[in-house]
């Protein structure tokens, strides 16, 4: 990743509270509007926080995935997907499932939902399955999502949904506790 750029010139007054940079898109995050900037500081879009009490933007998901772009919630259920060069793609509803760690080459989003985890493919918006989380997500690498399930882990493909592989974890492994990651391995405390 490269270092952070300038925020526009719109901002230098210091009327920001986060920039965030990946790619070519820089997102500026205000109190009540997030905005979308190309690398040379050109504003492709702005978006509104929903009218609510809610929390403002910089508390709201962010996402940022160098090869495919930005997602960009404005309500806790609602968000919007950018492609690299600033097209809006997709409209999202769900929130963005927190992962200890999340792969940025995947064009597909895993958002969960009362009780449930959905992939959506953010060039289209399209869902391309949808499945029940009764466990844990501990992580999303190499195009897997990593859940544990009471005494087991498994490994979802992000595309598909479907199981790739499980393993018995036995009883004796923290199910709330945090997940350990190379990026090849995952360590779990017991």
Known sequence: ????PQPPDAFVDGNFR????????????????TLLFDADGQQLHRLDREQTTGPAPERLPLLLR???????WTGRETGTWFAPDGTRTADLVGRPL????????ERVAVL???GGVVGV?????????????EGRARAQLDG????????????????TGEDVWQTDLGPT????AWTLTDGVRIALPG
Do not use: F, M
């Open 1 to 4: 990743e490269s270092p952070l």
């Open 18 to 33: 986060e920039v965030v940079a990946r790619g070519e898109l820089v997102v500026v995050r205000q109190a009540d509007l």
């Open 66 to 72: 160098t090869e495919h772009g930005a997602g960009v």
């Open 98 to 105: 927190d992962v200890d760690v999340v792969g940025d080459t």
């Open 112 to 114: 969960r939902r009362d």
């Open 121 to 133: 493919d953010v060039t289209t918006g399209d869902e391309l399955w949808e499945r029940p989380l």
């Open 144 to 159: 897997r999502l990593v859940l544990s399930d009471r005494d087991r882990l498994l490994a979802v493909d992000v595309r």
């Open 173 to 176: 492994i923290d199910a709330a």
